[in-house]
């Protein structure tokens, strides 16, 4: 499901009521919300994030561990995109090979982050620590 967060609906039954949000994205602006509600509003905002700076833009994820010893589950991942400046350019390109032959240089940006959540005794997600790698 996390994989889907940019272009589905997301589930918010799988979090407790008062889930607790750490986001760590920019280290020195560091911040923590408490609740359904606010968290959901902080996904939101990680989407208009998202689609303001990428065009077609999808979240994969590289790698998920599930860790016993503190109830807690990690992922490694990424969101590929399109800046919107090189969307708007490509299209007016003359030709799509360069000089040398080669294809025209990758537009793919992306976004790189970690996310830890730590469940409860019912599974439920009480705590997400989001990071940037």
Known sequence: QFSKILSEKHDFSIYTKDIEFVNNWFPDKSYSTVGTMQYAIELAKLKIYV?????NS???LLKVTNHVEDSSVKIRWRILGI??????????????KNRNGDDDDDLTEWL???STFYVNKKGLVKKHIMERV
């Open 58 to 60: 999808k979240m994969t």
């Open 51 to 55: 689609l303001m700076r990428l065009a």
């Open 83 to 96: 800046s919107h400046s090189k969307f708007f350019l490509k299209f007016f390109k003359d030709n799509s």
């Open 112 to 114: 790189d982050g970690f």
